[in-house]
């Protein structure tokens, strides 16, 4: 059977980063990557659903509640909008419902601050300058300073953002410091192999480590390896760990629970009339994260606000639910309505989206065939925060005079995201998560997670340096270990 010093399933932050440095450590080291691996002259300025569909991989459950997750070398880290925030002091203090705190105790500011320094190197990641905001961004601002809300720049990978607005389809220009052009570089260099269209099914002890067993090019394949790291991503890594419990029978209670979209919450505001007249403002235009970001009501209220930009009309449409706004027209599907979007759109509309300390209320399961499905859970504490976050955002578009709609009826909010985290949470012991401190799975020696999955709850910001971090020291750990 082959063998390799480490095999790592997933080539995204959490993969592509710890492949980096045990590679650089003179391991011998596999990634295993389900998807293909993509050049940028692969990718393509187009919102067709066909190309959409190969530049992230949308998992739809049993119940048509929809998440993003990558689905390429390189994880979301081709797809995503750029934004790198390190965890504010208050996320490491978010408790349960127990009052017990769910981030370890090992993890604070100063334990996290060289691996998130080390990550901000390696992917470039900057606070942009005032003349690289984008015009929605300026709107975004203006539109808080009149309630007297504070912004910042935001902290981006990007340089030199030529703003075209299609940053999820992938930046065909390579202004994007993802990490085809950071760590898996440098995991090559150091003689990592990079498997693309490797389908791992499932994980099971042998000896001193373990086996993956996976599927590539039709066939049939096993892999043993004395350290495994699982880095498939928030949905992919729990599913996996769920189709190997046969195999695997320690693993904790908690695999697939406590399933979190970082409290995400999206608006689109229709300005007032009197912004008609910036006809130098497209809405579709620009960064899709637009350069700013709002910490006004984090400290009290526990969330944040950022604005986006490449919304197309068609999103447009179908973020409204049902006219309740004096602004908007009567019906909301008619002849009617869709002359008002003319009349709005380009010029006065703008989208923007909340990251909040929210609780999860959806499990990670798979159906019987091992694909991922979800399970809902209780969801009273995750309403409640909806209902704060509403009101207070609401009363932002009321006394600035903007028509703020939420983009997706209450119904529906919380079940559609890319942040996707603690299916696999970090925890101090087995009866309250899946991982240690150090990323081991509980009962498995060096069989480890490593991705958003183990981020015991929501953040209040991006989480992708903070799973940067994550991989940054649980890699050093495993390179300490020998």
Not at 1 to 10: H, N, Q, R, S, W
């Amino acid at each position: 059977m082959e063998e390799a010093d480490a095999v790592i399933i997933g080539s995204g932050y959490g993969g592509a980063i710890p492949a980096a440095r045990l590679a650089e450590a003179g391991m011998s080291v596999v990634v295993l990557e389900r998807g293909p691996r993509r050049s940028t002259a692969d990718l393509r300025q187009s919102d067709d659903p066909r190309y959409l569909q190969t530049a992230v991989d949308l998992v739809i459950g049993s119940d048509n509640v929809a998440f993003r997750t990558g689905t390429m070398m390189g994880g979301a880290s081709i797809a995503m909008d750029g934004a790198h925030f390190r965890m504010p002091a208050k996320s490491y203090e978010v408790e349960d419902g127990a009052g017990r705190r769910l981030w370890p105790q090992a993890y604070d500011k100063d334990a996290m601050r060289p691996h998130y320094e080390r990550a901000e190197q390696m992917l470039k990641v900057r606070q942009l300058g005032w003349d690289e905001i984008a015009k929605t961004g300026g709107l975004f601002a203006k539109m808080l300073s009149l309630v007297g809300a504070s912004c910042e720049r935001a902290r981006l990978n990007y340089t030199d953002c030529l703003q075209c607005g299609f940053c999820a389809q992938g930046c065909i220009y390579d202004k994007k410091m993802h990490l085809l052009h950071t760590y898996l570089p440098v995991a090559e260099s150091h003689g990592a192999e990079l498997r693309a269209g490797a389908m791992v099914d499932h994980i099971e002890p042998s000896g001193s480590g373990h086996v993956a067993h996976y599927r590539r090019g039709g066939q049939s394949k096993q892999i043993f390896s004395a350290r495994m790291i699982v880095a498939c991503g928030g949905i992919h890594s729990p599913a996996l760990l769920l189709r190997s419990a046969a195999w695997l029978p320690k693993l904790s209670q908690h695999l697939g629970e406590h399933f979190n979209n970082n409290g995400e919450h999206g608006f689109v505001g229709i300005l007032p009339p009197e912004f008609d007249r910036l006809d130098r403002y497209w809405c579709y235009q620009g960064m899709d994260n637009a350069g700013m970001m709002s910490f006004h009501w984090f400290e009290e209220e526990g969330f944040t606000l950022h604005p986006g930009g490449g919304i197309e009309p068609s999103i447009f449409a179908a973020s409204v639910d049902a006219a309740g706004d004096a602004v908007l027209p009567a019906r909301a599907w008619g002849m009617a309505y869709k002359r008002f979007v003319e009349s709005v759109y380009p010029h006065r509309v703008i989208a923007f989206s909340a990251l909040g300390l929210a609780p999860g209320h959806r499990a990670v399961i798979v159906k019987d065939n091992g694909t991922p499905d979800f399970a809902p859970r209780d969801r009273s504490a995750a309403d409640a925060y909806l209902d704060r976050l509403e009101q207070i955002v609401f009363a932002v578009g009321k006394k600035t005079g903007v028509a703020v709609v939420p983009s997706a009826p209450r119904p529906l909010a919380g079940t559609t995201s890319a942040h996707l985290l603690s299916a696999c949470r970090m925890a101090e012991s087995a009866d309250h998560g899946v991982v240690g401190p150090d990323g081991q799975v509980f009962g498995y020696e060096k069989l480890y997670v490593c991705d958003a999955s183990i981020v015991p709850c929501a953040l209040g910001v991006n989480p992708a340096l903070t799973i940067s971090a994550l991989a940054e020291r649980i890699a050093e750990g495993i390179v300490q270990d020998g």
